[in-house]
């Protein structure tokens, strides 16, 4: 993508002066704060897969409109602003900042893994009447590693139980090649380089009360229950293809 202006001004005073006086008008997202003028937006809020109310009765349309419009919005504004605070962010990849995570700034870490992992998760479910079926080999990895799919779905509410304040429980691949359940805090992900267990995530639910409190209220075990009702098991077979190049 062709590099905005500001990389040619190092100081960061200098670009936001110069920002100030610049017409920037046609980017969307600097109209919101003239005074802090983000470069234009490097990075946008895709629409849902589905109509906010296909994932009823599991996920209401009233917490889905609120998750994805405002709370995922957020996480995309959030990300804007900061990664124009530092030219050095600027164009690069979602993945290319999870790597890097432990050494930037906390809004460019806590915002890029917020849109990265509310896009991962809108992916990862299905109205339930659409959600396929688990793929011979993710069955038998499943089977392997957890001893059975309950076995598996226990475990995985447990991580998502045990997980205190807000965050993430992930089924990944691991280095090995294995399956792993392990849970993040915030909005951090298993592919940053501060996780305490990396891999390539296949499947993720989000702990946040936002993601399930007006429906289930303080009920965090029973909407981690309801919600395989709502998983795709089609799309997390083919990923779990792709992180172990198999089909
Ligand atoms: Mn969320």
């Known amino acids: 993508m062709p590099r905005p202006f500001r990389l040619m001004l190092r100081p960061a005073a200098a670009v936001l002066a110069a920002a100030a006086v610049l017409p920037i008008a046609s980017a969307p997202i600097a109209a919101q704060t003239a005074a802090s ?7 946008t809020l895709a629409p849902l897969p589905y109509a906010p109310d296909a994932l009823e009765p599991v996920i209401d349309a009233t917490t889905m409109r609120i998750h ?16 124009a605070a530092d ?11 999870a790597a890097r995570a432990g050494t930037l700034p906390a809004a460019v870490r806590n915002n890029a893994g917020g849109h990265w992992n509310h896009t991962f998760f809108w992916e990862t ?5 659409k ?3 688990i793929s011979p080999q993710l069955a038998a990895a499943i089977e392997a590693q957890f001893g059975s799919l309950d076995a598996f779905k226990s ?3 447990a991580a998502g139980t045990a997980r205190f304040g807000s965050g993430w429980v992930w089924l990944i691949v691991g280095a090995d090649g294995k399956l792993a359940i392990t ?10 380089d501060v996780a305490e267990v990396k891999g390539t995530p296949i499947l993720g639910n989000d702990v946040w009360e936002h993601a399930y409190y007006l429906k289930w209220q303080n009920r965090r075990a029973d909407y981690l229950d309801g919600w395989w009702q709502v ?10 293809g792709a992180a172990t190049g198999g089909g």
Do not use: C, I
């Not at 003028?37 to 990075?43: L, R, T, Y």
């Not at 994805?68 to 990664?83: I, M």
């Open 131 to 133: 959600v396929g079926a």
């Open 37 to 43: 003028a983000p470069a234009p937006a490097a990075f």
């Open 87 to 97: 030219p050095a962010l600027a164009g690069l990849p979602l993945e290319t900042l």
């Open 68 to 83: 994805h419009g405002k709370h995922h919005q957020a996480y995309v504004d959030n990300l804007n602003k900061a990664v």
């Open 155 to 157: 475990a995985f509410r």
């Open 231 to 240: 998983v795709d098991w089609d799309k997390v077979s083919a990923r779990y």
């Open 125 to 129: 479910m299905a109205p339930a009447d």
């Open 183 to 192: 849970s993040t805090p915030n909005q951090d992900n298993p592919l940053m």
